[in-house]
């Protein structure tokens, strides 16, 4: 173990001067010590009601210690006295100074600028940086140097002259100082001048002048166009989105290749539509904002849709025999068949090994893109050769077929069979295998 065989160790502050009226002061000790114990701040003056006064005392944590000093008077003098020990007893002591002088000086205004700005242009203001350590009152007086009442929307309740601003309660709410600001929104097209005078409690008075023009609107709007593209016919998520910008914004018209599509009031929003489900073809998109004075800007975007270029997807393709006599089964063909465009027909053609003549059927949608058709009664033993096309709602209409395929009929009862189950799967064995196919595409990940 490592014993504490140090005193405290603070790191002496600065003494203070500032001026009667200002706050924000603080005596701040920086200490080093291992084992804190107490502390107590002490405050000798020349004002007898303060003098050999302890401000502050109680268990000293592992911290830093700090006291405010403000609200003092400019006529004593004052000396605030720091005690600090340790739990083995070692101490430290600090003094600081602290000064209090009389204001005398007079209140700070400093402008931050002059501004000239487009009439309509919103979030604009003026401001001052102000002081003073007695602060009392200030006002804000407007010279209309010349001014246009009748220009731009002349109807707007919210146009107006500015007008003089007396505030007869100043006070700061930083110590080093605050903004005073003065909003510009919705003021005449003219030029001003804007004077701020200060008063603090002495009757000490500081001013300053910054001059505004507003100048007139002479920009047609500025559009952000999004950029021409294509995309192929059937897919989706495409759309359009113009933003533009402009003081006096008024109103929008959209056309699609020379027909009127939007127009409305414009009051600075974004302009969108959906271009899904176009025909095969190009398009021109064209935008035109107009802003309060007749100024206005266009914007053209081409959209061109193209053909479908992909075929269909025909996909589990398979034969489905039920039991109809000793000799022969019912034969049905199903098919699982997706385009984006969707399926305009689907057909399957076949022929026997005994029969070369080639025969075709339309498949029926059976539910969740699955097809089926019925073919009829085959011997068994007869082999039959066919393939399923698919053909696609696109503007090409593509077309897809499988490879010629082969299936042979085969019994579906055991010898020895007896009847009445043999009936039993006539009746049934189509429909329990169909549910079965049924399942399969339902359950099955597209």
Excluded: C
Aim: aromatic share 12%; glycine share 6%; charged share 20%.
């Amino acid at each position: 173990m490592i014993w504490d065989e140090s005193a405290p160790i603070i790191e002496q502050p600065a003494d203070i001067e500032y001026e009667e009226g200002s706050f924000g002061h603080v005596i701040l000790w920086n200490i080093t010590e291992s084992n804190p114990d107490y502390y107590n701040i002490t405050r000798t003056s020349s004002d007898p009601a303060s003098n050999n006064t302890v401000i502050e005392e109680g268990n000293w944590l592992l911290a830093d210690i700090s006291i405010s000093v403000d609200d003092l008077n400019a006529t004593h003098w004052y000396l605030y006295h720091l005690f600090v020990n340790d739990t083995f007893g070692r101490n430290a002591t600090s003094s600081v100074n602290v000064t209090v002088v009389p204001d005398l000086t007079d209140p700070v205004a400093t402008g931050h600028g002059n501004l000239s700005f487009e009439f309509g242009e919103a979030d604009h203001e003026i401001s001052w940086y102000v002081y003073d350590s007695n602060p009392q009152n200030y006002t804000v007086n407007v010279t209309i140097i010349d001014e246009d009442t009748g220009y731009g929307n002349s109807s707007d309740p919210l146009m107006h002259s500015p007008q003089d601003v007396v505030v007869t309660s100043w006070a700061l709410t930083d110590p080093e100082g605050d903004n005073v600001t003065y909003s510009l929104d919705n003021v005449f097209l003219g030029n001003y001048t804007f004077k701020i005078t200060l008063f603090d409690e002495f009757g000490r008075n500081a001013t300053h002048s910054l001059n505004v023009s507003i100048y007139k609107d002479i920009r047609a709007p500025t559009i952000d166009s999004p950029a021409s593209f294509s995309y192929e016919e059937g897919h989706t998520g495409y759309s359009l989105e113009w933003s533009a910008e402009d003081n006096n914004p008024l109103s929008h018209n959209l056309t699609r290749n020379g027909e009127l599509l939007l127009e409305g009031i414009w009051r600075g929003e974004n302009i969108s539509i959906g271009v899904d489900g176009l025909s095969v073809g190009v398009y021109q998109y064209e935008v035109t904002f107009t802003d309060f004075f007749n100024q206005s800007s266009s914007a053209i975007v081409t959209v061109t849709v193209l053909a479908d270029a992909v075929a269909p997807i025909v996909d589990h393709v398979q034969m489905i025999q039920a039991y109809s006599t000793l000799s022969q089964n019912n034969i049905s063909v199903q098919a699982y068949a997706w385009d984006l465009n969707g399926i305009v027909n689907i057909k399957v053609e076949w022929y026997t090994t005994n029969e070369s003549s080639i025969e075709e059927m339309d498949l029926t949608l059976f539910g969740n893109d699955l097809y089926e058709a019925h073919l009829g009664r085959f011997q068994h033993a007869d082999v039959i050769h066919y393939r399923v096309t698919a053909k696609d709602n696109s503007s090409v209409q593509n077309e897809f077929s499988i490879d010629w395929r082969e299936f042979e009929v085969t019994p579906l009862t055991d010898e020895g069979l007896p009847l009445p189950l043999t009936v039993i799967i006539a009746v049934f064995g189509g429909l329990s295998t169909l549910v079965e196919v049924v399942l399969y595409f339902r359950t099955r990940t597209r």
